[in-house]
């Protein structure tokens, strides 16, 4: 049958499968990839501050930042537990992790057995793993390279558990090879990491591969220099580097919390990317932080990079804010980043914290209850547990809510922290209160958030709505507010409306995928065929390895009755996502005699 008289075949196939990929690529809602590059500016590396500030350098080396990214090479290999093998039985695939060459590699692959009963490969997709990612106190992952672009590997090593299993994300399903590193993954594990802008988990080589010295203390090389010309402080206050013991707490704490505070969404300032926060600079100038308000019912249970916030729930925290400005609880009131102490040492080292506010007496717990904890009298044993991560198999965080109890309420303050302005959601990173008296939020930066939690939780959708509407009159020459529109006007088949909006979004930026992709399916409604798929070209162009945009692109060119430029793009599928059983049955019959 030729590939025209089968066409009906397989288009049929392939909509059925791609009814909610086609149209959902859109709520995905990959960041927003910044225009415009902020570069390396001032940046000079671990090398230049360890001249002077060697034995700091070493001791930082041992700790979990210190090498939070760690490039693979022969000599490292050795000391991975290799060869493994994994079985998914959801997707029926095989893993394999082994070293050959100096050299890590991760293998998926299916099998079939034929009528004679012997079995054969499916497929196999192979590639080389370049980087260790994580520390291994957990465990650690892997990640691999495809045309400039990062991806993490299927499966990762577990500490507690002692093998193998999918990776961090993996949860809901096997997302093979294809699982992208988006910039905010990548800045919290790596020291300069350096994204091409306008195409996401595209990065030129790391200046700095873990976390370095000027994650915390900004740009050195106006230090550098200082320090070269024998300058000093008068006052002994060095203004050439950022020192976050002598910030505000505030500042301080939003050094720690562009990294360890994730929350429900994060929204980048208009043109910002993550390489543009400066430490000593409110974090609020390049990402606003925002969690969806606790209620009494369903109180904050989430230990997994919600540091902060659990923080700022405990009772040391808040007691601490009538004190004076130096005496407030901070982040590096209990840690000292350039010191971690192993798991044997740190009772004895914040047990020593503690008692620089409390006292030996302080604690009313019965002595033997005391003299039960692991060492005795073990401070964060009790009031600091170890819970599981809900969200990551095998792993555990520290609860930092600092509890006198395990069932100890939360205080009313959790449950009132909103403001009239927005009271369906908490801005973590406010500059100035942060709390129910906390600055209005720029409505740009909300509507990012809604539109981000609005995908899984449909409540977020007036808020977004009503955000938008807001904007389309105070700010309407804005590329995020137009694809807004754009998208409103798409779900509800306002179809000229929809395609004026996305159109008027990528003449103020270009380099937006979901607006393509979203304008492929407008013109596809409103019969225009080859605009469309125009537009799917250039959506897989600006994110090759998004699959639900390339079978985007395979059905708008079967639409279009160009069979052999379906079956070229199909080819081109298999060679990204070979795992998908789908396409290669289509492409089998698009390749019948």
Request: charged content about 25%; overall charge neutral; aromatic content about 8%.
């Amino acid at each position: 049958m030729p590939l025209r008289a089968r066409a009906g075949k397989i288009l049929f196939a392939i909509l059925m499968l791609l009814c909610g990929l086609v149209a959902g690529y859109g709520q995905g809602k990959p960041e927003k990839v910044a225009t415009a590059s902020s570069g390396n500016s001032g940046y000079v590396g671990n090398a230049a501050c360890s001249r002077c500030h060697l034995a700091i350098a070493r001791e930082f080396a041992h700790a979990s930042m210190g090498h939070s990214l760690t490039q693979i090479t022969p000599d490292f290999l050795k000391t991975l537990p290799l060869p493994a093998s994994y079985y998914d039985a959801r997707s029926g695939h095989h893993f394999d992790v082994y070293g050959e060459g100096g050299r890590l590699y991760q293998s998926e692959y299916e099998t079939a057995t034929g009528a004679d009963g012997k079995g054969s490969e499916v497929f196999r997709n192979t590639h080389e793993l370049e980087w260790i990612v994580g520390t291994g106190e957990n465990g650690f992952g892997a990640l691999l390279r495809r045309d400039g672009y990062l991806f993490q590997a299927p499966l990762s090593y577990y500490s507690k558990a002692a093998k193998r299993d999918l990776s961090p994300g993996y949860e809901n399903g096997n997302l093979s090879f294809n699982r992208i590193i988006l910039p905010a993954c990548i800045y919290c594990h790596s020291g300069r990491p350096q994204p091409v802008a306008g195409f996401m988990g595209k990065y030129a080589p790391f200046t700095q591969t873990s976390v370095g010295c000027e994650n915390c203390h900004g740009p050195g090389a106006e230090h550098v220099a200082a320090m070269g010309r024998g300058e000093e402080s008068p006052d002994g206050k060095d203004k050439t580097i950022v020192n976050p013991a002598r910030l505000t707490e505030q500042l301080s704490d939003d050094i720690c919390m562009s990294c360890h505070q994730t929350g429900d969404a994060r929204a980048l300032q208009p043109g910002k990317t993550y390489q543009d926060f400066r430490p000593g600079e409110p974090l609020d100038k390049t990402v606003s932080v925002f969690e969806i308000p606790p209620t009494r019912e369903h109180p904050p249970q989430d230990d997994h990079v919600e540091h902060y916030y659990s923080m700022s729930l405990s009772k040391c925290f808040r007691a601490s804010r009538s004190m004076p400005t130096e005496k407030q609880m901070r982040c590096i009131t209990c840690h000292d980043p350039h010191v971690e102490p192993t798991a044997a040492e740190a009772p004895a080292n914040f047990n020593g914290k503690c008692i620089s506010c409390h006292t030996a007496a302080s604690c009313t717990a019965a002595r033997e209850v005391r003299a039960k904890t692991q060492p005795a009298d073990n401070c964060i044993g009790c009031h600091m547990p170890k819970r599981d991560i809900r969200v990551i198999s095998h792993s555990t965080a520290t609860n930092h809510r600092i509890v006198a109890r395990a069932d100890e309420a939360f205080p009313d303050e959790a449950f009132a922290q909103t403001t009239a302005e927005m009271p369906d959601l908490i801005h973590l990173n406010a500059v100035g209160a942060r709390d129910a008296k906390a600055a209005a939020t720029p409505a740009i930066n909300r509507l990012q958030a809604y539109d981000l939690l609005r995908i899984t939780k449909p409540q977020f959708n007036a808020s977004w709505l009503r955000t938008l509407s807001e904007l389309e009159s105070a700010n309407p020459e804005n590329a995020i507010v137009q694809a807004g529109l754009g998208h409103r006007d798409l779900e509800v088949r306002r179809l000229p409306e929809a395609i004026a909006h996305l159109q008027h979004s990528l003449r103020l930026d270009a380099m937006q995928p979901n607006v393509y992709a979203d304008l492929s399916e407008a013109a596809d409604l409103s019969g225009q065929v080859d605009d469309a798929i125009g537009y799917a070209k250039k959506a897989v162009e600006l994110d090759p390895f998004v699959a639900p945009l390339q079978k985007t692109l395979v059905t708008r060119l079967i639409s279009g009755k160009r069979y052999e430029e379906a079956k070229a793009a199909m080819e081109r599928y298999l060679r990204s996502f070979p795992e998908d059983d789908f396409m290669r049955k289509m492409l089998a019959i698009a390749k019948e005699p």
